[in-house]
């Protein structure tokens, strides 16, 4: 019954207070998708760590329920757990340990019995074959990281969760990550990862979640928010002072400055129908001149900012394009 | 029950040891060695018998016993401390592996390396003294039960302490105190009445006693009464420990 279901995990009014006061998860309701690459995002102490480690049994819930494969993750700790696996966000590791032993420990703790070839070929898979004798201690902190996915996939888990994976490694190494995420999206391992860089989410996930203040508040396909992640700015620096906006322009969206010395047209560069080129010769044809012209796209934390206040006036507190 | 996960921790553990072999097996030795030449030798040779044994044959049972409990107790919480200290921890609590199996895979592992040591300084004795065990199953039954009883309180400890400090101060400042003044070196009657008295009050004491007996026949108290102690003792470990992953104490936020 439960492998043949959509979602693989359920979170039902998931709260988690740390102390006696300090709420890190508010309410949250997710499903995750059998499959699916979901990336979370949000700021530093949203809420994300706190997410993934009450899934993988790391952090003790205050209330609400989660599922595994329809599994409740309290009741039947050993399937639910077995079936995860876990790259944290700090690079943890017995330094003194080399990476074939630490990575065997790691199939042994979630219950699998030895399998070498199985080890040989997850280090293969993450160029640490030749490294699988070196101390951990020895190792790079790219390479390191990478230990802690071989670790994480070597019981075979079902389910990934990637924190901050690419966070502190290089443009090359970032991208063998994005390679090593659609690889296993292909062999059907369910991922999940937070994340802080916008272009990493557009580049691996199918669905995209927002967390701010411990709470959830927008989950949609990738698509539909890099439509809203793809609106610009032209900004027009004027040689002189504009006294108005010329009714020809009505069908563009124009702002003018306080000071008349700055106009700002905010567009879609997704849009199809949008040709930035018609906008410009319809200025010269007005003969609006200006000094200096430069483009600006919202930046993430701009993003998120926004997302909250629409958040605040949305009862539910969850948007979805759904 | 998750036995691979119970055998790679053990087999972990144990591999810290054969990475530290001259800190596990050689230091002992050479300090087990030293006791006896200057309590065996140069002290020992002016005190002819203590109880109808040798001094050197009468301290045996306290060397051991010291080892035991310090070994125990530095093995088990260094055990569990490190990966708390290291970040590594995280794997343990998100493995589908429960607190009983962590628990048998931390103190197997530091049981298992104390009662190897406990054997080896029982060599090294046998190399100044001449040895005599009168109940071997008995000798090995309360090495065994000692050796888990303060694994599981090492293992207590490693969970309590949250810097290294916490972690040293219990068997520098507590145990090594009472094994030396448990009898280990010295048989009580030789100590004033006030203090034979008090001497009863030392836990180390019951342990130290009864492990001499199963090599002598000499001991302080009943024999049944220092593996009750052992007895009880664990009972309150694995209870305490039991509370510890009931709510998730130090390890599970």
Known sequence: ?322 | MNIYGVIAIFNYEMARMKRTLIQSIVAPVVTTSLYFVVFGAAIGSRIQQVEGVSYGAFIVPGLVMLSLLTNSISNASFGIYFPKFSGTVYEMLSAPISAMEVVLGYVGAAATKSVILAMIILATAGVFIELEIRHPVLMLLFVFLTATSFSLFGFILGIWADNFEKLSVVPTLLITPLVFLGGSFYSTEMLPPIWQTIALMNPVLYLVSGLRWSFYEISEVNVLVSLSCIGVFTCLCLLVIAIIFRTGYRLRA
């Open chain 1, 1 to 322: 019954m439960s492998s043949s279901s959509k979602n693989i995990i359920k979170i039902q009014s998931l709260n988690k207070v740390y102390g006696s006061d300090f709420e890190a998860l508010k309410g949250v309701n997710l499903d995750i998708r059998r499959g699916e690459v979901l990336a979370l995002l949000g700021p530093n102490g949203a809420g994300k760590t706190t997410l993934i480690s009450a899934i993988c049994g790391i952090v003790r819930p205050s209330s609400g329920v989660i599922t595994v494969d329809g599994h409740d993750i309290q009741r039947n700790f050993r399937i639910t757990r077995s079936l995860i696996g876990l790259v944290p966000q700090e690079l943890t590791t017995d330094s003194f340990e080399t990476v074939w032993n630490t990575v065997s420990f790691s199939r042994g703790l979630f219950g699998k019995e030895p399998c070498p070839d199985h080890i040989e070929a997850v280090l293969r898979s993450l160029s640490l074959w030749d490294k699988k004798d070196n101390m951990l201690r020895t190792l790079s902190g790219g390479m390191k990281r990478r230990v802690l996915i071989a670790k994480a996939l070597s019981h075979e888990p079902r389910i990934l969760f990637l924190d901050e994976p690419t966070a502190g490694v290089d443009v090359s190494l970032r991208k063998d990550m994005w390679k090593i995420v659609e690889d296993l999206k292909t062999q059907g391992v369910t991922i999940i990862l937070t994340t802080h860089y916008i272009e990493e989410a557009e580049e691996i996930a199918d669905r995209i979640g927002v967390i701010n203040h411990g709470k959830l508040i927008l989950i949609e396909e990738k698509n539909a928010l890099m439509s809203k992640l793809g609106k610009k700015q032209l900004l027009l620096e004027l040689t002189k002072p504009l006294d108005n906006i010329p009714s020809e322009f009505q069908n563009f969206d124009l702002v003018l400055s306080e000071d008349q010395h700055l106009l700002t047209y905010t567009f879609d560069s997704a849009s199809e129908s949008h040709d930035i080129s018609e906008f410009l010769i319809k200025i010269q044809s007005h003969s609006i001149q200006y000094k200096d012209l430069r483009t600006k796209q919202s930046s993430l934390e701009e993003i998120f900012v926004t997302l909250v206040q629409e958040a605040e006036g949305d009862k539910e507190g969850v948007i979805t394009a759904e």
